[in-house]
């Protein structure tokens, strides 16, 4: 009897515990990249009443006997199967599709965590919005590559840059009049942005190939250079040729190697290295309408917006003209035995003993999972299968205590057997 009540106040402290469990569940069923925790029972040695015995040849064996103990904790683990994701339409809200963590601090204060909502601070660190603790990645050199074997560092944003493009390629389109004399020139004025996003004049004069009475459908062109007056031939020329129906039959645009002379401004590079196309041009009798229809220089421009590319997590400014410029890229984690982590808080884990070392790497690659701009991952937790837990809890507790009862009033009729 006496070992009755160990045995229930053993099932007592347990199914407190796991009502414990049930109730942080419950807790952080709306705790964004919150992995719910599992509990295992197991029984515990149980006290050997007789051994048993085995077969002789003139007898069975016996099976031997034992009485259990009582219950005892076996793990508490957490669950990391994948949460709901749940579209936020910020595209620094990050989640994780499959297998891996955000890693989050460096060293010591390394922190690994499911939730991704990002932001910058004051200083323009890429941080964990709830918890202001710095996300890890690459930075990307120069020349706007991404090395994913090197450490992870910090990744910071510079907001205050602009960026501009220079122009490479110009587009002619319009018409030449047929009616032009041999010798008889066009000019199309022309506007084109050096390296540092100033807009610089030029032209392109067209001559019609052929004498007065007896022109061809050969066009010469030459770029002009405007900055002076009056303008003069910069380096750059070619011929424009037509067919029969006044379209284009062949072209010969300067190679990048030879570019016009367009002077940029001061400090940018120059001359611009200009190509142009004139595929959209025609000669047909109407009257000259020759034009620049695009190009594809852009002014300086402000940044905007700081862009996390879906799948791969690359981070790039994005400006007001257009342009984008890559920052770095987001690394995630994997471990080999998830469960071995141990929870921190704010949502985090740290590498436990028997979580094997991160795996440290790009999103989409090594089992990692890839990243998902716009979305959180909810809970995982089951609030059904949760309510069904603490209704177990319940029951085994009150079953329990049960047990003390019948126990104390078997020990009651003891005593009671001297009156």
């Not at 994913?148 to 122009?167: C, G």
């Not at 066009?219 to 070619?238: E, K, R």
């Not at 319940?394 to 049960?402: I, N």
């Amino acid at each position: 009897m006496i070992r009755s009540m160990f045995t229930a106040i053993s099932s007592l402290n347990l199914h407190q515990k796991y009502l414990d469990v049930v109730s942080n569940n419950l807790a952080n069923a709306n705790t964004t990249g919150y992995k719910s925790s599992r509990v295992l029972f197991q029984d515990q040695f149980a006290q050997m009443m007789s051994p048993g015995a085995a077969p002789s040849a003139t007898t069975g064996g016996i099976n031997p006997t034992q009485i259990g103990l009582g219950v005892g904790m076996g793990f508490v683990s957490p669950d990391f199967t994948q949460g709901t994701l749940q579209s936020t339409g910020r595209n620094l809200d990050l989640s994780i599709e499959g297998d891996g963590f955000f890693i989050y601090g460096q060293d010591a204060g390394r922190r690994y965590s499911r939730e991704g909502s990002m932001g910058l601070d004051a200083e323009g660190f890429l941080v964990n919005a709830a918890s202001g603790m710095r996300a890890q990645g690459w930075a990307a050199s120069t020349t706007g590559t991404v090395d994913t074997n090197a450490p992870v560092d910090d990744i910071q944003v510079d907001s205050t840059k602009s960026l501009a493009r220079a122009t490479g390629n110009v587009l002619l389109g319009g018409n030449l009049s047929a009616s032009t004399d041999g010798g008889g020139t066009t000019t199309v004025s022309i506007a084109v942005y050096d390296s540092l996003g100033a807009l610089q004049n030029a032209a392109v004069r067209f001559t019609r190939g052929g004498v007065a009475g007896a022109p061809t459908n050969v066009w010469t062109w030459q770029v002009m250079d405007t900055s002076v007056t009056p303008a003069v031939a910069g380096t750059g020329t070619g011929t424009v040729t037509f067919d029969a129906s006044g379209q284009i039959s062949a072209a010969t645009p300067p190679a990048v190697t030879t570019p016009a002379t367009i002077p940029g401004s001061a400090g940018s590079t120059s001359p611009i290295p200009v190509t142009f196309d004139f595929n959209g041009m025609t000669q047909l009798t109407a009257v000259t309408t020759a034009t620049i229809t695009s190009q594809d220089g852009l002014a300086a421009g402000s940044v905007t917006d700081v862009y996390v590319s879906p799948a791969n997590g690359q981070v790039s400014l994005v400006y007001s003209n257009g342009l984008t410029e890559l920052l770095g890229q987001l690394a995630l984690a994997r471990f080999t035995n998830p469960n071995g982590l141990v929870k921190s808080q704010d949502t985090t884990f740290v590498a436990g003993l028997n979580s094997g070392e991160p795996e440290i790497g790009a999103a989409s690659s090594g089992g990692r999972g890839s990243i998902a701009a716009g979305h959180l991952e909810a809970s995982n937790v089951d609030m059904a299968q949760e309510f069904t837990n603490m209704i177990l809890a319940q029951r085994g507790f009150q079953a329990s205590s049960r047990v003390i009862t019948t126990s104390d009033e078997i020990l009651q009729e003891l005593v009671n057997l001297k009156r």
